[in-house]
């Protein structure tokens, strides 16, 4: 890829079946250089055939979500200037309407079973903040008396709690009539004081599931409760709206309760179809309620009585050891549920029945990111070595591919193939990682510069997915190597833990076993390497030039590089430091003993330092301390800050940020490790 290769890239969001299982809808988006944002519509895709229709031609159409009458198309449109409002179409197709006007948008739209009404999380705003054409400045000031009042990407939440609504659908009509342009108010139904997510009905349609933070120490832990939300009946279709009663709420109904010794952090919760049981994603952060190192997501299943209440305590049914879901698939299927389990750089898709039963159904390297069921289909968005993601029908061999989004990458012919590593730490520990090579037709046989490159997290994992860091990298003329040492997901909890109050020991030996096993290929220059990363990549990148003068140059993107200052200044560090590095008013050795910048007196390595100046996760001070001290000390650094941008700007950032970012790290690495060969052009 070439930077400007960004605007050709492609990838759906999760999918939604009609109820007949005859075509998905799903939303397709990539970034625009003309509105320098990412916008897209949704699609219509066939699942026996037939080539894709598109359904809306929106500025940023997302979440799509159908009714079980298969009439209705449910979803979220953004515009340049407006956050995203519930829009409503028919699946025949027609003219979207919107269904709300909620002043700081509205998200997580989901449909009841009678097709009748939809449920939604939006923020509310006190009274004279975040008004429209308002001024931030005249507002007035925020008393912060709680740990948890920010948060990256978004800002300050406490003064805009997410609350649930439930709007009525339109009423029927003759199909194809479109939609009524008259539709009815949305009503409030969460109390005031309890911020949700993850709204799903009850299959009676009486009330909605959500996952809040309850319990009288959640300001202190990070447990989180399923709960249900009573849902108050629709109004009566032929009385006034003035004559209408005021909905009363109903007491929120614990699902699990961290009050009564829960000490689960839920991540979603599911209501089973049939009513009997909730299923839910969830970690167990142990006894204090912040063990939260490697903390594996599992599927629970709890038994729900006649009377709608839960049966004893949640069962855990994927192994605490070995077995981690992503936090983001769920899907009722079959009497069961898909989940997608994380394994070793894939991503893969199983059927969990109640009684434990396993089926897998997508394996190997596919990297699968959502999912949707309906009349015993299912289909899955995989992303694959040369694909950013694309939907799939799920058939007895495997799947069958609907969409080919990533083609026209492919076409520019500069996407090159990783190839598995295995390496072995000094204590003979195995690391699996990826090399990537340039073109031989257009950088030759070689030696060729090489770059390691750290992801973050470091409870993460780099996957077998099309990755554009990489192939930037590679269409510049430089080899590229990256894999998943000790600390990162993907392998169960032990080796997520193993650099527990230890980041910069057995971690550091990883990635240099990786690295020191591919210059061994004569293919790669081993005295020209360079290294780079971002976020916990950041700290690991900074930290062995702290130890190491091996590399070229480096370059650190928003690091974690002083966990003392992280403590206070980020949106997590009231409980991240403490749990992986340790405490430093407890044991500053200790934590000295990992800190980055504790040892910055050591690095003689040149260093290009990026950071976001809105980065709340870590927080711009990070990357300005460490320039600064470099820079006292006479090592040759720079300083790239990227205005009004968070923590995520290399994977959602303004698309003129995110290419502005890619020429910036290419020029630096040009520099300091130029390719002997011709570099690629535009023409190539």
């Not at 007035?140 to 300050?156: F, K, M, N, Q, S």
Request: glycine residues 12%; aromatic residues 6%; hydrophobic residues 45%.
């Amino acid at each position: 890829m070439l930077p400007d290769d960004l605007y050709l890239w492609r990838a759906p969001g999760a999918p939604a079946l009609l109820p007949d299982g005859s075509a998905a809808v799903i939303a397709v988006h990539g970034p625009d250089a003309a509105a320098d944002a990412v916008t897209g519509g949704l699609w219509l895709v066939p699942l026996d055939g037939g080539a894709p229709r598109v359904l809306t031609r929106g500025f940023a159409d997302s979440a799509p979500q159908v009714s079980a009458d298969g009439r209705w198309v449910v979803f979220i449109r953004r515009t340049a200037d407006a956050p995203g409002q519930v829009h409503v179409v028919e699946a025949a197709g027609g003219e979207p309407v919107a269904l709300t006007d909620a002043p700081l948008g509205a998200q997580q739209p989901v449909v009841s079973p009678d097709s009748r009404r939809v449920a939604y999380v939006a923020r509310v705003p006190e009274p004279g903040r975040y008004e429209r054409g308002g001024k931030p400045g005249a507002e007035p000031p925020r008393l912060v008396t709680e740990l948890r009042y920010r948060a990256d990407g978004l800002g300050y939440v406490r003064d805009r709690e997410r609350a649930v609504f439930v709007v009525d659908l339109p009423p029927l009509a003759s199909p194809g009539a479109g939609v009524p342009q008259d539709a009815p108010e949305p009503v409030r139904i969460s109390p005031a004081g309890l911020d949700v997510d993850g709204p799903r009905w009850l299959p009676d349609g009486s009330g909605v599931t959500v996952v809040a933070a309850r319990h009288g120490a959640r300001e202190v832990d990070l447990r989180r409760d399923a709960v249900v939300i009573p849902v108050p009946p629709s109004p009566a279709p032929d009385v006034a709206a003035e004559e209408q009663a005021a909905p009363v709420l109903g007491a929120v109904r614990p699902v699990t309760d961290a009050d009564a010794g829960s000490t689960l952090a839920v991540g979603a919760v599911l209501p089973d179809p049939d009513g009997a049981r909730v299923w839910l994603l969830a970690a167990d952060m142990g006894a204090s309620g912040r063990d939260c190192v490697a903390a594996l997501t599992g599927l629970f299943v709890l038994e729900i009585a006649a009377d709608g209440a839960p049966v004893g305590a949640p069962v855990r049914l994927t192994d605490p050891e070995s077995v981690d879901l992503d936090p983001g698939v769920l899907v009722a299927a079959g009497g069961g549920v898909l989940v997608a389990p994380l394994r070793e750089g894939a991503v893969h898709l199983v059927r969990v029945a109640p009684d434990a039963t396993v089926a897998e159904l997508l394996g190997g390297t596919d990297v699968v990111t959502s999912a949707a069921h309906a009349a015993d289909r299912t289909v899955a968005v995989r992303a694959t070595p040369d694909s950013a993601g694309d939907l799939v029908v799920v058939t007895n061999g495997g799947a069958r591919g609907l969409t080919d989004l990533s083609a026209r990458l492919r076409a520019t012919g500069r996407l090159r193939r990783p190839q598995p590593v295995t390496a072995l730490a000094p204590d003979g520990y195995r690391v699996e990682g990826w090399l990537t090579t340039p073109d031989p037709e257009r950088f030759g046989a070689g030696p060729h510069p090489t770059i390691l490159m750290i992801h973050g997290g470091p409870f993460a994992q780099y996957t077998h997915a099309l990755f554009d860091e990489v192939q930037v990298l590679a269409a510049a003329g430089y080899a590229v190597v990256h894999g998943n040492p000790r600390g990162s997901a993907g392998r169960g909890r032990a080796h997520g833990r193993a650099i527990r109050h230890a980041f910069g020991t057995v971690d550091a030996d990883d990635v240099l076993a990786l690295l020191d096993h591919v210059l061994a290929d004569e293919r790669l220059d081993a005295t020209r390497t360079g290294v780079m990363g971002g976020s916990y990549g950041g700290y690991l990148t900074a930290w062995l030039t702290t130890r190491t003068e091996r590399f070229t140059a480096a370059i650190v993107e928003r690091g974690f590089l002083d966990p003392v200052s992280f403590v206070g200044s980020s949106d997590i560090g009231w409980f991240f430091g403490q749990e992986n590095v340790g405490d430093p008013a407890v044991d500053p050795e200790l934590v000295a003993a990992q800190s980055p910048m504790a040892h910055v007196g050591s690095v003689r390595t040149p260093t290009l330092v990026i950071h976001s100046e809105q980065d709340w996760r870590c927080p711009v001070e990070q990357g300005q301390r460490w320039f600064t001290e470099l820079r006292l000390r006479g090592v040759p650094a720079e300083l790239l800050l990227f205005p009004g941008e968070g923590h995520e700007l290399s994977r959602s950032g303004l698309p003129s940020h995110r290419v502005a970012r890619f020429e910036h790290v290419l020029r630096w690495w040009a520099r300091h490790l130029p390719v002997g060969a011709a570099r690629v052009t535009a023409d190539a």
